[in-house]
C-alpha cells in the first residue's frame, strides 16, 4: 500500500517551509507583490519570508503559522503600528494593503488543514538585536518602550478591530503545560506553585488597573538595530496589559550572566521618558518568571517541527528554574534543567 502523505506536523522543517512556499507566494500575489525571489528568513511560531519584487523593492510576508490573532486582532495590531508610525518617533514597518484594501489576506494551505492570516510589512534594515545584550540597544528599547506606553495611553482601537487581554500568565491560552505527560510528580508540582504564584500577581496587579495596548513580545528576535537607531517589529502578540509587563518579557531575555549593565539601561531609558512602574521587586519577578511558563506551554502545543524538537528538553529547563526562582527570590536564564 502506498502511503499518503504525512501530516504537517509529522514534516522536518525544511518540509514544512516548503508547504508553506505556494501560500506566501499566493498572498505575495494578493499583496500585489510582483516576486522575483522569496527566501525563508525564520520559521518558528510564525513563517515569515523576504520577498524581493522585480521592481526592486523589499518586504517582509509572514505567515501565521501558530498565530492565534483572529481578524479582528490583526486589524487592531496593522491600526497600532500605523499610528505609532505617524504619531510617534519610534521605528516600525508600515504595513502594506492588500489590493482588496485589507491589511492582510486569508488562505488555507493545503498543508495545514487549516485558515491561516498573511500579513505584509515594509523591510527593516540592520541587524537583529537578538545577539549579546549591548546596554546602547537595551538603552534605546527602554526609550521606546515607555514611548509606546504613552502613545498606547491614549489610543483608541478602531472599531471593528480587538486585541486579547493579557491578565493572566498564559495570556488565556490554554494550560497544557501544568499536565505534560514529560512531568514527573516534582517537576509537576514545581510548575503547579510557579503557576498559582504568577497567577497570584497577576490577579492583585490587575484589581482595579486600567490596562493599554502592549506589543508583548520586546526582545532581541523582534528589534532592529541599523545605524545606531532601534526599530521595533512584530506586533502579532500584541494584548491588553499593564505596562510592567512589557518590561518583564525584555528583562526575562536579559537574566544572563553578563547582562547586568543592560538590564540596567533598559531602566535607565525608560525613565527618561516615563516613571518606572511602581511594582513590588518580588512581583516583578514573578511576572519575569510568568514568560518561562508562557514559551513552555507555547512550546508543548506548537506545529513547528524546531520548536517541537525543543519541547522536552525545554520542560526540565523550565522545571529547574522555577525551583531556582522559588529558592532564590530571584529568576534566571543562566540555569538549565
Known sequence: MTPGPRRYDELDEE?????????????????????????????????????????????????????????????????????????????????????????????????????????????????????????????????????????????????????????????????????????????????ATGMARARDVFARLHAGAEVVPLHADLHGGNLKWHEGRLAVFDFDDAGLGLPVLDLAITTFYLRRSGAEAAEAALREGYTEVLPWPDVAPGDLEALVASRQLLLANDLLGSSTASLRAMAADYLGTTVARLRAWSATGTFRLDVEG
Open 15 to 191: 518540509g514544512q517551509v516548503e508547504a508553506l512556499r505556494p501560500t506566501a507566494l499566493d498572498a505575495a500575489e494578493a499583496f500585489g507583490l510582483d516576486v522575483e525571489r522569496m527566501e525563508v528568513l525564520l520559521h518558528a511560531y510564525n513563517t515569515t519570508f523576504r520577498i524581493d519584487t522585480r521592481d526592486g523593492e523589499r518586504c517582509a510576508l509572514r505567515v501565521g503559522t501558530n498565530s492565534k490573532s483572529t481578524p479582528a486582532n490583526v486589524l487592531a495590531q496593522q491600526a497600532w503600528q500605523e499610528a505609532i508610525a505617524t504619531e510617534t518617533e519610534v521605528v516600525v514597518p508600515r504595513s502594506l494593503r492588500s489590493t482588496r484594501d485589507e491589511w492582510f489576506v486569508r488562505s488555507e494551505p493545503a498543508a495545514l488543514g487549516r485558515p491561516v492570516l498573511v500579513t505584509a510589512a515594509s523591510w527593516l534594515e540592520g541587524d537583529d538585536a537578538r545577539d549579546g545584550a549591548g546596554a546602547e540597544w537595551a538603552r534605546a528599547l527602554g526609550r521606546a518602550t515607555a514611548q509606546l506606553h504613552r502613545h498606547a495611553a491614549t489610543w483608541r482601537i478602531p472599531e471593528g478591530a480587538a486585541l486579547p487581554r493579557f491578565d493572566e500568565p498564559l495570556f488565556g491560552d490554554e494550560d497544557v503545560l501544568s499536565t505534560a505527560p514529560g512531568l514527573d510528580a516534582d517537576g509537576r508540582a514545581v510548575v
